[in-house]
């Protein structure tokens, strides 16, 4: 079993760069499946979600050929068989994008109920929604959710909760059916535009992304195309984070400042100066921690992606802060592990309160989910003593080289591999 080991309090220091969005990435690879050509994909990042979608289309008869570490060239004119294997689907929650690209493609598509980070339920009934208001019809059997039309026609779908995967698979769906196809309260992250000028670099009609709502005028044909994905939004503000909670000094590069905007908006009312260049951002701390009070929201709210990583800055600012999440339920389990190092929060349903304390301290602990274990590297760092990070599988879900960028910026961190699955403790 592997684990991160980290031997805190020290000051980051230096310049990181930061790797290609992976929202973006895992909603763009299943898209190659609408091309009629090849689809070179470039600033991929090298991280565990992205080869699980890749192989996927892998297993489905795509040809795929990875030029280096981040560009992928993927050929789909050989899939035939619009099925996606159930074993690699249930490992992650994008695997549901299959479903409106096989769709749009096809006219059907049978892939697993999705995977992914387990806080709380995500139900799929905008998605349906939507594919039925452009014609298709779905069961579920066995596990497998299956959705089928004879005609994919263009429709006005109004979005009852602003849904991210629901925005994307009805773009999918939509961006070869006959007709307009209208979306209504869309969802409007960086990763939703992203998606849109990847089809629009194909030939695809799409409008508005980035608003709440997107017009999509239906093509017959979508050429092969080379596309660099967006930096990663989230990447960039956990490694912003880290640089406060260890009071260091840190340039964090390749990245798009307004897309990073709600975050450093709460940094700088936390009293890190966070100064903006043209693609990069510096950020270091002069003095104490202030509190503030976090609610997460749809874009161009804060991030729920960063709800815990700014839990862990919180626990350590004076006086007392809420925290309030307002997209997913559940995300709060991470609280425990951060009480194991000393944080002082207590939960009540979908609302913290965090009470600042001096400093944390090293204990064993575990990544509950992707961002919770960016939080537990986040505490680690700023920590004294010695932390054992377990369950680091959901980490490398979403972080390249973690380990490697972070030891860059002078952290003491490394991966070690225990016999026995038992925590080391220092």
Not at 88 to 110: N, T, W
Not at 355 to 382: F, Q
């Amino acid at each position: 079993m592997k684990q991160i080991v980290i031997n805190g309090g020290k000051k980051l220091q230096g310049t990181v760069r930061i790797s290609g969005a992976k929202n973006a990435a895992v909603a763009i690879i299943p898209a190659v499946i609408l091309s009629d050509g090849i689809c070179r994909i470039e600033n991929i990042p090298n991280i565990m979600d992205v080869n699980l979608i890749a192989n996927i289309l892998h297993e489905m008869g795509a040809r795929i050929n990875r030029i280096n570490k981040t560009t992928l060239e993927i050929d789909p004119s050989p899939i035939r068989r619009p099925v996606a294997n159930y074993d690699i689907v249930r490992k992650m929650r994008a695997s549901c994008y299959l479903l409106g690209a096989l769709l749009g493609k096809f006219s059907y598509a049978e892939v697993a109920l999705p995977g992914g980070c387990d806080f709380g339920v995500r139900p799929i009934d905008q998605h349906l929604k939507g594919f039925g208001i452009l014609g298709a019809e779905h069961n579920v059997v066995g596990g497998m959710i299956c959705v089928k039309a004879d005609h994919l026609t263009g429709g006005h779908v109004y979005l009852d909760v602003v849904s991210v995967g629901a925005t994307v698979n009805i773009m999918l769906a939509a961006v070869k059916a006959e007709g307009r196809t209208i979306i209504e309260n869309a969802a409007k992250e960086p990763h939703i535009v992203d998606l849109a000028n990847f089809l629009n670099s194909m030939g695809a009609d799409i409008r508005g992304a980035g608003t709440d709502v997107i017009k999509i005028n239906g093509v017959k044909y979508l050429s092969g195309t080379t596309y660099s994905i967006i930096p990663d939004q989230i990447e960039a503000g956990t490694y912003m984070v880290a640089a406060a909670a260890t009071d260091g000094d840190v340039v964090i590069s390749n990245v798009i400042t307004k897309h990073l905007e709600s975050i450093t908006a709460k940094l700088r009312e936390m009293g890190v100066c966070v100064e903006e260049n043209e693609d990069s951002v510096h950020v270091y701390r002069k003095g104490a921690l202030k509190r503030c009070n976090v609610k997460t929201m749809p874009h161009p709210g804060f991030p729920t992606d960063m709800q815990p990583q700014i839990a862990v800055l919180l626990s350590m600012a004076e006086g007392t802060s809420i925290v309030t999440e307002a997209v997913w339920d559940n995300r709060f389990r991470y609280v425990e592990e951060l009480k194991r190092m000393g944080a002082v929060i207590s939960v009540d349903g979908k609302v913290a309160v965090i009470e600042g304390v001096k400093e944390l301290n090293g204990a064993p602990v575990k990544a509950t989910d992707l961002r919770a274990g960016a939080a537990m590297i986040i505490a680690a760092l700023a920590a004294n003593g010695v932390t054992h990070i377990e369950d680091i599988e959901h980490i490398e879900r979403g972080y390249e080289d973690v380990v490697e960028k972070f030891g860059g910026l002078g952290a003491d961190i490394r991966i070690v591999y225990t016999d026995d699955g038992i925590v080391q403790r220092a």
